[in-house]
């Protein structure tokens, strides 16, 4: 197998089955009684059947075994999987106007934290990620619950979620985040994996005011692409990375063809490796959008062989990265940052 035979230009990947993913996706169209759906908008999308096929899934199955049927499939591809051995699968709230109430129309996709939980828990490898959007009414409750079903963190994507971090509304939300220690997965940059998206909400500069008030924040992607107030999103997180010590960020999407060269310029800042935890946004981990070829000028024509030839998009995915030389640290900071938690 890969991780035995191969060593990516001599350094060996040194990490075995001991990664947690922390940023793996699920969706779902209702059947099963999940309670996930995708909106009128969404479904129509030209997106919608190339995320059911990265998702290995048809919607014939989803009828035919409920939508649950995603987690038994990510379980037995995380199993097989030589380096990875769990992941942290997202629940995902919807748009909440400004009455506090779920806009069932704006909400692009949405999957209940109950359903998460509950499917989770039935597979060793699979570990539950909540999702509350604060602006509901009942948010403070619904953290609490999510603690006791075991939530290992909070995930949000404020542009399609109509979250703004910075406002000092949301203040009593992450005190009681800060309290119950519940780390903040949030996406930052542009948005494009969606219909529609409110891109300024994802600036990485909103995220001072829960820093400020003791939440532990990890930005997804690590702020690459898109711009805010003229400035590249990226640029404006890096000094933030080393200011906040309660500030990480996660690797997820960074090898994707819309991402070229981030993370090779992300590894070479000072500081900000030892700050990088690993996810992958699986399920966006297919070809055309993700290959070794795309990142040649990184890696050598050796490695790009041998990354291509692996079937497991976990062992993949992580190969690909250890190629650019993200070191075996950043691959095990999940597991140390949520224990912690």
């Known amino acids: 197998m890969f991780f035995r035979d191969y060593k990516i230009d001599g350094l060996n990947p040194g ?6 993913d922390i940023h793996v996706h699920v ?19 030209i997106r919608f059947p190339f995320y059911l096929w990265s998702m290995d899934v048809t919607e014939e199955e989803l009828i035919e075994h409920g939508d649950r049927i995603l987690f038994k499939k990510l379980s037995d591809k995380i199993a097989r999987s030589e380096t990875v051995k769990k992941a942290v699968i997202l629940a995902m709230d919807g748009f909440v106007d400004h009455n506090g109430v779920l806009n069932k129309q704006e909400t692009q996709i949405y999957v209940p934290n109950e359903y998460v939980a509950k499917e989770s828990a039935q597979y060793e ?4 990620g909540a999702s509350i959007n604060p602006n509901r009414k009942d948010a403070l409750q619904r953290l609490r619950e999510a603690k006791k079903k075991g939530a290992l963190l909070v995930k949000w994507i404020p542009s399609i979620m109509n979250i703004d971090p910075a406002s000092p509304k949301l203040i009593p939300f992450y005190q009681l985040m800060a309290e119950l220690k519940i780390p903040l997965l949030t996406h930052t940059g542009m948005e494009k ?8 909400l994802a600036d990485p500069m909103r995220l001072k005011l829960p820093l400020e008030q003791g939440v532990t ?4 992607h690590i702020a690459t692409t898109g711009k805010s107030e003229g400035e590249d999103n990226f640029t404006r997180i890096l000094p933030m990375i080393k200011e906040y010590p309660n500030l990480y960020v996660d690797v997820s999407s960074l090898t994707q063809i819309n991402k070229l060269n981030y993370l090779a310029q992300a590894l070479e800042e000072e500081g900000i490796s030892e700050k ?3 996810g992958t946004d ?13 990142h040649i000028n990184h890696i050598s024509l050796k490695d790009a062989f041998h990354i291509g030839g692996i079937k497991n998009q976990w062992d993949r995915d992580v190969a690909l990265k250890k190629a650019f030389g ?4 950043v691959f095990l900071r999940t597991e140390v940052l949520l224990k912690q938690h």
């Open 27 to 45: 969706a779902g169209l209702g059947y099963g009684d999940s309670g996930s759906f995708v909106n009128e908008q969404m479904r129509n999308n």
């Open 15 to 20: 990490v075995g089955k001991s990664i947690i």
């Open 282 to 294: 699986w399920p966006l981990q297919f070809f055309p959008l993700i290959s070794p070829w795309y």
């Open 276 to 278: 990088m935890i690993y």
């Open 326 to 329: 993200v070191p075996d640290e």
């Open 125 to 128: 490898n699979l570990l539950f």
């Open 217 to 220: 924040v990890i930005a997804a």
């Open 193 to 200: 994996s969606f219909a529609n998206a409110r891109d300024e």
